[in-house]
């Protein structure tokens, strides 16, 4: 069985794992208000979801 000869160092792990990271959020835009929105959920500015209320929201 093969076993490293020396103990891989934090700098070259690190650079190894460069390309694993952590993808962006995907935002749609709300049919109701126009807001942006993170697809099924409900709109954190109209309180829709897939056009019917679900929430109430307090308008301020």
Do not use: F
Not at 31 to 41: A, E, F, L, Q, S
């Amino acid at each position: 069985m093969a076993v490293p000869k020396k103990r891989t160092s934090k700098q070259r792990k690190r650079k190894r794992r460069t390309h694993y990271k952590a993808e962006g959020v995907t935002v749609n835009n709300c049919p109701n208000c126009g807001d942006p929105k993170v697809p099924h959920r409900v709109c954190p500015n109209c309180g829709h979801y897939r056009g019917e209320p679900v929430l109430e929201v307090e308008i301020d």
